[in-house]
């Protein structure tokens, strides 16, 4: 019997906020949600309550953007959430905290690379390794379906999370293909071992919220 995979971006982050927190790989950059942020996890929970889910498990990355995301939708439905450290957004050494545009305002060859739709994040001085981390990723969801061999999954993390597990399922080699919007629903058909495509970067919810009111 087929079932889906539900891997979900958080919401927008504060990006005045300067919170970092200690996590296994080292200090991370921590925000809450901004505004818009919390905004967009409101429509994302009324979405989901109204979609045809069976889910029998709801994972999230303990970062609190994340945390902040899932939060509408856990308390509506009453559905418990584990937070597990594996889903965490790659470590990115020397520039956790540092705003973009300075990483990118010192290293000229950085702006050539972002211009020219290279992923930059693996030059991250003392950051985790690109296949390390799709490694780990991989792992880890791979590892929770197995887990729960019955039932919807639905999983709230980070764009490098969703981007390394759509890379591996379409067996492309880089580290980065597509950016996920804040609160997108991607989606993995999933049957036996099979994993396929089903939805990427879905945020119907947010350009079209009229659709899932009052259902």
Known sequence: MSRILYLIRHGRSDFDSGQMSPMARGDQWDPPLSKEGRAQAELL???????????????????????????????????????DDELIEAHIGGWEGRPFEE??????????L??????????????EGEM?????????????????????????????????????????????????????????LLEGDRRTVRFLNDIAHLTDPQLFQGA
């Open 45 to 83: 929970a009324i979405r989901l309550r109204v979609m045809d889910l069976r889910p029998s498990a709801v994972y999230c990355s303990p970062l609190r953007r994340a945390r902040e995301t899932v939060a509408p939708y856990a308390d509506a439905t009453g559905l418990e959430v584990v937070y």
């Open 103 to 112: 990483i990118v305002a010192s290293d000229p060859e950085l702006l050539h």
């Open 132 to 188: 390390d981390f799709r490694t780990r990723v991989v792992s880890a969801l791979d590892g929770i379906v197995r887990k729960h061999p019955d039932g919807d999954i639905v999983v709230v993390a980070h764009g490098g999370v969703i981007n390394a597990y759509f890379a591996q399922v379409l067996g492309l080699p880089g580290a980065m293909f597509f950016l996920p919007e804040n609160t997108s629903v991607n989606s993995v």
């Open 114 to 127: 972002i211009r020219n739709q290279h992923a930059v994040w693996g030059r991250a001085p003392g950051g």
